[in-house]
């Protein structure tokens, strides 16, 4: 499996970005798909999960009003749709793909991980 993040960049505080993430190599509708993002000096945490299908969502307390999560089984490619951004949503963002789904999303058990996107918010 491969997992290809893009859409990162530079916005202003209060902008919008919208990150993809391309999968190929099985059947994407198989995984469970997530996001994370490491901001600098911090851990890696989930920012956002999604069930097989795209009927369930988990959003972590930050971003929940803010970001959406969403997915194209025909198209196997996940998505962030990312509103109303704020300097504290800088990190690298990364999509990872889990074969069972657990709304924990132990980072131990996700089965892969894409590269990576850069986002920075400015102030």
């Known amino acids: 499996v491969q997992l290809q993040a893009s859409g990162g960049g530079l916005v202003q505080a209060g902008g919008s970005l919208r990150l993809s993430c391309a999968f190929s190599?099985?059947?994407?509708?198989?995984?469970?798909m997530a996001w994370f993002r490491r901001a600098p000096g911090k851990e890696r945490e989930l920012v956002a999960g999604?069930?097989?299908?795209?009927?369930?969502?988990d959003y972590v307390d930050a971003v929940k009003g803010r970001f959406t999560i969403s997915r194209d089984n025909a198209k196997n490619t996940l998505y962030l749709q990312m509103t109303t951004l704020k300097p504290e949503d800088t990190a690298v963002y990364y999509c990872?793909?889990?074969?069972?789904?657990?709304?924990?999303?132990?980072?131990?058990?996700?089965?892969?991980w894409g590269q990576g996107t850069q986002v920075t918010v400015s102030s």
């Open positions: 999604i069930t097989y299908s795209g009927a369930a969502t």
């Open positions: 990872a793909a889990r074969r069972n789904y657990d709304p924990r999303w132990d980072q131990s058990r996700v089965d892969y």
């Open positions: 190599g099985r059947t994407f509708g198989g995984y469970a």
